[in-house]
């Protein structure tokens, strides 16, 4: 292996990595430079040694004159020029963000989660959790091929082939379960962009499947009138990757580097010949002190460069560009690479924009981000990750959540740990009861389709939403969203989000929502056969009816709305009550 010298700990210390003829060995206070085209020393010195002084906790900006401020990396957009128009990439400009209607009226939609960390079928973060000595990941590439001094997450990519991927039947059976949207992986903290991207040479057209992913679930949902959205995570790289450089702590490979340092010259006569790794894995900077650390604090991670920050920007752009979403997710808090660099304002003022040209003046897209602050929802929809708030939101929100693992996990299928028709069901009318939508991940096997248990669950919840699907699509909130032991006994978010499934819904757990004048009621659970139900916040009604049955009894007590339910219930997972 070439460049590469030494003994390195996987997780302290300074790292050493040579690229061209400069070692960089960094400690916290001390900065050299390294080969980056597009900044200079004096640049980067200056960049580098400003950042302490210039940030400091990532999301501590209590208003957007302060956050403007705290911007140290401006990208360079002549590459790739923003969409002219309304609003400048500026929290200002962007505070008068409105959620377009299609998109509060459409409340479900499904996700493919789906890249080469799926090929091997062994969870989420696989790509960064292979090289942690000790973990399931790592023993399990180390058995299943070789040591990760010898095989990578690079050999991983060259494995997936993606070869039984239909987009189009994918799609249309979601369609017919019940999505009113489709989302896709654009690429995750792997770093491999899943189309034809200009910028990055590691990408699913010229490695992997050789295909283009993002193309084809774009055709599918054009074809089949489905909204598209794409998530981004590509942003966290940096310091994600930072475990790709580290060496056995132990054992017979003690001490013998990983493949996070190689660049270009070591992949002379390798099957990667001509590729950079350092492309993949940006591992170009001193190793964070934590690159645990999801925020951007330079007290605990070393900061992207002008160059990464300008790779991102262009990369999205690009994206963009090429396919039109009408929903972007960014796998952040905030935006990508908030609050240093201004990367993230320049993406989303390009997509207001671009929409409003394409719209009539009317801006139909959406762009979500996470832990929001209460200014910051002004600009973006906030996306909550596997949990859902205790109150009806002002604005339109999502939560995002998987029926599984975030990558296919073939430990999920023979454990039967996915998640239940019911339990999918409970979220959605939970979420949509609050002013928010769901965005469920369906994970995807490593050769394109999803296994037998996971097309059950989708099954039941389209049989489900056949029924009942007029109580969730096109509703809004009610003067409460609910009542019952769960309402009494709340669970908070950590962090952004981390509540879902603290709570054990029962028959007495009510959701209610209006679409005009009518009122739907749902228990999270299905009543006993005819038993009477108690809506204790309804106090008036004309006409009773339970969907998938037709009309039942009711009468007026002191204590509510009791309505008696009927000797056969119409499905053993959510009543719906239709009041009018």
């Not at 996990?409 to 239940?420: E, N, S, V």
């Not at 699907?469 to 669970?491: K, N």
Request: charged residues 25%.
């Amino acid at each position: 292996m070439a460049d590469i010298a030494g003994e390195e700990k996987p997780n302290d210390g300074p790292s050493p990595c040579r690229f061209g003829k400069k070692w960089i060995t960094l400690q916290a206070e001390t900065y050299v430079s390294i080969n980056q085209p597009d900044m200079t020393r004096t640049t980067m010195l200056t960049f580098l040694l400003a950042l302490p002084l210039a940030l400091p906790a990532q999301n501590s900006y209590d208003s957007p004159q302060e956050a403007e401020k705290a911007i140290t990396v401006r990208v360079d957009t002549s590459r790739e020029p923003i969409q002219k128009g309304k609003y400048k990439p500026t929290w200002e400009s962007l505070s008068d963000y409105e959620c377009p209607a299609w998109f509060r009226d459409a409340k479900f939609g499904i996700w493919a989660h789906w890249g080469p960390q799926c090929q091997p079928e062994y969870g989420d973060w696989f790509a960064r959790r292979m090289y942690e000595q000790g973990s399931d990941a790592y023993t399990f590439s180390k058995e299943a091929r070789n040591p990760q001094k010898d095989f990578g997450f690079k050999d991983w990519i060259r494995e997936w082939k993606a070869e039984r991927w239909d987009p189009e039947r994918l799609v249309k059976l979601y369609q017919d379960c019940g999505a009113r949207y489709f989302f896709a992986l654009a690429n995750h903290h792997d770093n491999f962009d899943l189309w034809d991207s200009k910028y990055q040479p590691w990408n699913a057209v010229s490695l992997g499947p050789q295909k283009n992913i993002i193309a084809g679930w774009a055709a599918a949902c054009r074809k089949l009138g489905m909204p598209l959205g794409l998530s981004v995570h590509a942003a966290h790289a940096w310091t994600w990757y930072e475990t790709a450089r580290g060496a056995d702590t132990s054992g017979t490979f003690k001490g013998q580097p990983y493949d996070g340092c190689l660049t270009k010259a070591d992949g002379k006569g390798m099957w990667w010949d001509g590729l950079d790794l350092q492309d993949l894995y940006e591992q170009r900077h001193t190793r964070s002190k934590n690159n645990g650390e999801w925020d951007w604090n330079p007290t605990q991670v070393t900061l992207p460069d002008q160059a990464y920050c300008d790779r991102f920007y262009n990369r999205t752009m690009d994206l963009i560009n090429k396919y039109d979403p009408s929903v972007v997710y960014f796998d952040d808090t905030v935006l990508p690479l908030y609050p240093f660099s201004d990367a993230g304002l320049q993406l989303t003022a390009h997509l207001y924009n671009k929409s409003m040209a394409r719209n009539g003046g009317r801006n139909e897209v959406v762009v979500t981000g996470k832990v929001l602050k209460e200014w910051h929802k002004k600009a973006l929809m906030w996306d909550v990750e596997r949990g859902t708030p205790d109150r009806i939101q002002p604005q339109a929100w999502q939560t995002c959540t998987c029926i599984g693992s975030w990558h296919y996990d073939k430990r999920r299928f023979f454990d039967g740990t996915y998640k239940t028709a019911q339990a999918v069901i409970q979220t959605l009318v939970d979420v949509v009861s609050k002013n928010g939508n769901l965005l469920l991940s369906v994970p995807v096997k490593g050769d394109g389709t999803i296994d037998s248990l996971e097309y059950k669950v989708v099954c039941e919840v389209g049989t489900w939403l056949k029924a009942n699907g007029e109580s969730i699509y096109g509703t809004r909130p009610w003067v409460i969203f609910g009542e019952g032991p769960a309402v009494d006994s709340p669970q908070p978010l950590k962090d952004q989000g981390f509540n879902e499934g603290k709570v054990t819904f029962t028959s007495a757990d009510i959701r209610y929502v209006r679409k005009g004048k009518t009122l739907y009621a749902t228990t999270l659970c299905a009543p006993q056969p005819g038993s009477m139900v108690t809506l204790k916040a309804v106090k008036k009604a004309r006409r009773v009816s339970l969907l998938g049955h037709g009309e039942v009894a009711f009468r007026q007590t002191k204590h509510g709305l009791s309505v008696t339910l009927p000797a056969t219930l119409p499905n053993q997972i959510a009543l719906v009550m239709k009041i009018e």
